[in-house]
């Protein structure tokens, strides 16, 4: 069980970060969510329509949307999505959309919030990373480089807040049994032992977030017991 919280969450629509709302919901939280689409989504999230790709979007919504100066005390990074191949098979606007949205956006966002959180305290900074930014895979150059980016950025974050009551972790999930795998040619493997739950991560998100303030969970890297894939 956690506190009551005010938070922030991106890509809250679907997958992770939908059930990481739920669950911060369900314990009365106080939640908002940046996606493009909500279609679906819990009435009791309040919505931040946006394409976080759009960097000239994003910062004119950061001046101008009154809930981004909310009293935000729990940042959930979560936003992101998959495309895999050679590098050469991207366009430009491909490879400048998947870092904008895994990495670029998540450093515009902290940009706005750090002096804020600087001044608050006991606030607490989520990354949902990727086991693809802990090893490197054929197919995945430019992917892996956005989530190998991110851990990047919440090392130094952790360091450049340790003596702040900032608490920053990062979560690196393997196979998740989401829409993660919706418009890509691979899936895992059929059954529950080689996908983990979206329900999962969000337990673990919550769990590392009750834990007392004098104590950070800096990182979590979760996968299912068994791993395989096949080809749709």
């Known amino acids: 069980m956690i506190d009551k919280r005010n938070v922030l969450i991106t890509g809250a629509s679907s997958g992770i970060g939908r059930a990481i709302a739920n669950s911060f919901l369900e314990q009365g939280c106080k939640v908002a969510g940046v996606a493009r689409d909500f279609n679906g989504a819990d009435q009791r999230l309040d919505q931040i329509e946006l394409d976080l790709s759009d960097l000239d979007e994003l910062t004119a919504q950061l001046s101008d949307n009154v809930a981004f100066d909310a009293n935000v005390d729990t940042l959930i990074l979560n936003a992101g999505y998959g495309q895999f191949g050679g590098i050469e098979q991207f366009s430009h606007r491909q490879i400048e959309q998947l870092i904008n949205t895994n990495l670029v956006s998540n450093i515009f966002l902290l940009k706005h919030f750090l002096p804020k959180f600087r001044k608050r305290g006991e606030v607490d900074i989520v990354f949902i990373g990727s086991e693809?930014?802990?090893?490197?895979?054929?197919?995945?150059?430019?992917?892996?480089?956005?989530?190998?980016?991110?851990?990047?950025?919440?090392?130094?974050?952790?360091?450049?807040?340790?003596?702040?009551?900032?608490?920053?972790m990062l979560v690196n999930p393997g196979p998740v049994n989401s829409d993660f795998f919706e418009h890509l040619h691979f899936q895992p493997e059929h059954g529950a032992d080689y996908a983990v739950s979206v329900e999962s991560i969000a337990e673990s998100v919550c769990s590392a977030l009750s834990q007392p303030r004098n104590v950070v969970t800096e990182e979590i890297n979760i996968q299912p017991i068994k791993r395989a894939f096949r080809k749709k």
């Open 132 to 168: 693809s930014g802990l090893q490197g895979a054929k197919q995945g150059a430019v992917y892996c480089a956005s989530k190998f980016a991110v851990r990047g950025l919440a090392q130094s974050l952790r360091a450049d807040c340790a003596n702040s009551d900032i608490r920053v």
